[in-house]
């Protein structure tokens, strides 16, 4: 099968720690994507996500800095085994943070589905929930 990487990079207008804990607590990842979600804080923890639409594990943690973890989605066409790498990246830019996104071994047929995805699931709502 052939894979494809995504890179995006997204400011907000937030400390690092409101833009890292939106991602891995629970409730709040709950609270951005109106979706149940389970978010293990330990490495080779297990999550779900979007009501079981995503889930994995975490392969390295480092708080307020960086994330790497292991992503399945449920997408059609992605196959049943396959993970691909997610690694997001924390900058304080003193007034915000600046967030290095990239997304690794994804299938060649998906890239603009997730491209799309990312932005309107992930980014945009959490820029909304970071205004509330």
């Known amino acids: 099968m052939k894979t494809k990487t995504i890179r995006q990079i997204v400011s907000f207008k937030a400390e690092p720690k409101q833009v890292y804990e939106l991602l ?39 708080e307020d800095k960086k994330i790497v973890q292991d992503w399945h989605f449920a997408e059609n066409g992605w196959p049943d085994d396959h993970f691909s790498t997610c690694i997001f990246e924390f900058e304080n830019l003193g007034m915000g943070t600046r967030l290095t996104f990239t997304q690794t071994k994804i299938p060649e047929h998906l890239i603009e589905n997730l491209k799309r995805g990312w932005n309107e699931f992930y980014w945009e709502r959490m820029k909304r929930y970071l205004l509330k």
Not at 51 to 62: K, Q
């Open 24 to 62: 891995m607590d629970s409730k709040k990842h709950s609270g951005f994507s109106e979706s149940k979600v389970k978010m293990s804080r330990k490495a080779n923890g297990k999550f779900e996500t979007y009501d079981g639409y995503i889930h994995g594990r975490n392969v390295e943690l480092v």
